[in-house]
Structure formats: C-alpha cells, structure tokens
Nanobody, 116 residues
Framework: VQLVESGGGLVQAGGSLRLSCAGS????????MNWFRQAPGKQRELVAG???????NYADTVKGRFTCSRDNAKRMMFLQMNSLKPEDTAVYFC???????????WGQGTQVTVSS
C-alpha cells in the first residue's frame, strides 16, 4: 500500500484547503482511512476517519469545520478543511490500517500552515 498526500499550503485564518490522498493497493476500498496531523513539538493526533461504508468520525477540535470523503473507485480520500485556525497548522498524514496485515501505512505528509 502506498499513500501520497497533496493539497497542503499556506492559508490565512478563516480560509479553506482541500487535502487529497492517492492510494494504491487492492485493500484501499475495504479498510478505514484516517487523517492524522502533527504540529511541531506535539504528538501525532487523529483528525478524521472514514470507514469503507462511509461512516465518519472527527476530532472535537475539527468537528463542524473539516469533512472527510473518499472515492474508492479512484482510490482517493479527501479532507475538506474550512474555517481554518492557526492551531490547525501541522503536517497532515493520510493513513490506513490494513486489518488483513495487522499494520498501519502512512503517507509522507503535507504541510498546512494557517497564518493569523
């Protein structure tokens, strides 16, 4: 499984960004996908997740502002981020836990910087 994120960048507070994650491998469509983020000096944290059936969950800090979606046919996952805040600044990672293999895969990350 390979994951490649894109769409990060610099945006002013209140702005929006849309992150994309391109996946490969036959297991993409049958596993829960997640977005994590890691700010400087902080632990990596779970931001959002989406099951293969479309159920989503979000961290309280992003609920109502971020929306996760996926296109299994294209092996893509997206994170629409609205009303961005400076505290959303972090490297964002796409991730999947492949149950059949008992391991988690990570993308290389994409930087999101929100200026005040």
């Amino acid at each position: 499984v390979q994951l490649v994120e894109s769409g990060g960048g610099l945006v002013q507070a209140g702005g929006s960004l849309r992150l994309s994650c391109a996946g490969s491998g036959s297991t993409f469509s049958i596993n829960t996908m997640n977005w994590f983020r890691q700010a400087p000096g902080k632990q990596r944290e779970l931001v959002a997740g989406m099951t293969s059936g479309g159920a989503t969950n979000y961290a309280d800090t992003v609920k109502g502002r971020f929306t996760c979606s996926r296109d299994n046919a294209k092996r893509m996952m997206f994170l629409q981020m609205n009303s961005l805040k400076p505290e959303d600044t972090a490297v964002y990672f796409c991730s999947v836990f492949v149950v059949a293999e008992g391991r988690r895969y990570w993308g290389q990350g994409t930087q999101v910087t929100v200026s005040s």
